[in-house]
């Protein structure tokens, strides 16, 4: 079954305590990308890869770096977390033919 | 830069109305355009897309057709059901500027029997 996965679905962590959130996807696409969603802003780009080892900003990645080693990872890490990046989080890839995007189910990620 | 904006919700709508969600975008270059539909706890799931104007996307009820003379893509559907309570974002891609990808606000629907 195609799917994009990620770890944890929930996380409650406290400022400055590093924390990394996985996402694979089983699809073999190029494209990979992380949002944040919250109330009244609808999602927001922080990160996306073309391909391996090729990474770019998005629209909110501060706070933020992502890597991408292998094609079906592409994780989310966050140095020094702090409230303002209490968020949902969703991890997408597609491929560069469709861009039809695939959505992870979220990591909904609490900072206090 | 390219943006995205969608009709506010919340939108309440009784079983077998008729919906409308506005959506208009603004773009540098030809994007292709999307409809996503996100269920209670769930991600988001593809539900239309059309790639040129005057391409008209459809799926399981729902319509919308890229209008580029008025930078469009409404979402409709002539029969609402109580499944189809859940929050509906319109979304672009513009592969000509380095897939820049670009969602709306999202739309709240809720459809009461």
């Known amino acids: 079954e195609a799917q994009v996965t990620q770890n944890p679905r929930y996380l409650i962590t406290v400022t400055g305590k590093k924390l990394t959130v996985t996402c694979s996807q089983n699809?073999?696409?190029?494209?990979m990308s992380w949002y944040r969603q919250d109330p009244g802003l609808g999602l927001r780009q922080i990160y996306y890869?073309?391909?391996?080892?090729?990474?770019d900003k998005g629209d909110v990645p501060e706070g933020y770096k992502v890597s991408r080693k292998e094609k079906r990872n592409f994780p989310l890490i966050l140095e020094s977390p702090s409230p303002n990046q209490t968020s949902l989080y969703f991890c997408?890839?597609?491929?560069?033919?469709?861009?039809?995007?695939?959505f992870g189910p979220g990591t909904r990620l609490t900072v206090t | 830069g390219n943006s995205v904006t969608q009709m506010e919700g919340p939108v309440t709508l009784s079983e077998e109305a008729f919906l409308t969600i506005n959506c208009t975008y603004t773009?540098?270059?030809?994007?292709?355009l999307f409809w996503y539909v996100q269920y209670p706890g769930e991600g988001l799931q593809l539900l239309l897309k059309?790639?040129?104007?005057?391409d008209k996307g459809s799926n399981k009820g729902f319509e919308a057709t890229y209008r580029k003379e008025t930078t469009s893509f409404h979402l409709e559907k002539g029969s609402v059901q109580v499944s189809d309570s859940a929050v509906y974002f319109c979304?672009?891609?513009?592969?000509?500027?380095?897939?820049?990808?670009?969602f709306g606000a999202g739309t709240r629907l809720t459809v009461k029997p």
């Open positions: 997408a890839s597609s491929s560069p033919l469709t861009y039809e995007q695939y």
């Open positions: 699809m073999n696409h190029e494209y």
């Open positions: 890869s073309m391909n391996v080892e090729v990474t």
């Open positions: 773009a540098t270059g030809y994007p292709s």
């Open positions: 059309a790639t040129k104007a005057d």
């Open positions: 979304a672009l891609i513009d592969s000509g500027n380095n897939n820049d990808m670009r």
